[in-house]
Nanobody
């Protein structure tokens, strides 16, 4: 599995961004996929996850109502739409492929990780 995360950038508070996670080897179609983020000096934290077929989603309380995770199985891509961004959302965002088909919030549930994409939010 090789995951490629992209879509990060510098935005102002209140703006939107859409992150993408592509599995170039097309092997995570039967697995859940999650997004995590890590700010400087902080631990990597769960953001959102989607089950293998997109039927189940899971969000951190801090992003509920603002972020939406979806997947396009035909394109082998998972998206994270981030709206109403806040300065505290600034971090490096990572996508990961789960060991199972669910939408876990636990780091240990994920086996493969992509490189991060930087999100910077100015106030």
């Amino acid at each position: 599995v090789q995951l490629q995360a992209s879509g990060g950038g510098l935005v102002q508070a209140g703006d939107s961004l859409r992150l993408s996670c592509v599995d170039s080897r097309r092997t995570f179609s039967n697995n859940g996929v999650g997004w995590f983020r890590q700010a400087p000096g902080k631990e990597r934290e769960f953001v959102a996850a989607v089950s293998w077929n997109g039927g189940l989603t899971n969000y951190a309380d801090s992003v509920k109502g603002r972020f939406t995770i979806t997947r396009d199985r035909a394109k082998n891509t998972v998206y994270l739409q981030m709206n109403s961004l806040k300065p505290e959302d600034a971090a490096v965002y990572y996508c990961a492929s789960a060991r199972s088909s669910g939408a876990s919030s636990l780091r240990e549930a994920y086996r493969y990780w992509g490189q991060g994409t930087q999100v910077t939010v100015s106030s």
